[in-house]
Every structure is written in C-alpha cells, then in structure tokens.
C-alpha cells in the first residue's frame, strides 16, 4: 500500500516540476526578478513540492536517501514560514538546476515501477 502512495506522490513531484518549467519557459533570470505572478507560482510550487516529499514515506525516502529530500524539504519551510529572506537568484537556480535534475531522478524512479 505504502509503494502504491508513494508511486502517486512521485507523479505528484513531478507534474510540479512541470508546473515550474511551464511558468518559467524561456524567461532568462531578469524576466524572472520583474514578473511578480511568475515569482510566485514558482514558490507556490516549490512550497507544494516540499509538502509532498513529506508525505513520502520514510522507508521511501531512506531507500533512495541520495536525493536531496531534507534540502527541498528545507527550501519549502523557508520560503513558506519566511525563516529567511528567500534571494530571486537562489530560487532561480533552484528552478533551473535542481528541480529539473530531481524531475528526471523521480522519473527515472518512476519508470522501475512500471515494471
């Protein structure tokens, strides 16, 4: 049962990661810093992805323990409790870098489960 929810909450990550890729299309990072609405959406997002890897379950999330579930997890708490002053330029790196690297390692999960 477990298996099956976690299986469910991965597609969740990475619809969400679409979701980002979506908002930010071609934007270069000065368009990111100008469009409020994008800013947003895109910490939304984040926010999102951090509640699901909480949801995963622990034997999940130790199993695959080389994924940076505790940093996104961390992301997600700072920008929804506002412990620090979230900078454009950590949160852009983390929409071109990280979250599209995490996507393609959930996909490749996910692609093992359909087997």
């Known amino acids: 049962m477990k298996e099956n929810h976690d299986k469910i909450l991965l597609e ?4 969400s990661c679409g979701r980002v890729a ?3 299309g071609n934007s270069e990072f000065s368009d990111f810093q100008k469009n409020e609405m ?5 910490l939304m ?11 995963l379950s622990d ?6 323990d080389y994924l940076p579930w505790y940093q996104v ?14 900078e454009e330029d950590t949160v852009w790196k ?22």
Do not use: C, W
């Not at 969740?12 to 619809?15: L, Q």
């Not at 983390?94 to 087997?115: A, G, H, M, S, W």
């Open 59 to 64: 034997e999940f999330k130790e199993k695959y």
């Open 73 to 86: 997890i961390g992301m997600r708490n700072r920008v929804s409790h506002g412990y620090f002053e979230i």
């Open 94 to 115: 983390t929409v071109k870098i990280d979250l599209p690297k995490l996507k393609k390692q959930i996909e490749k999960i996910l692609r093992n489960y359909q087997k």
């Open 38 to 42: 994008m800013y947003d959406a895109v």
């Open 12 to 15: 969740r990550i990475v619809e």
């Open 22 to 24: 979506r908002f930010i």
């Open 45 to 55: 997002q984040i926010v999102n992805i951090g509640e699901i890897i909480n949801r």
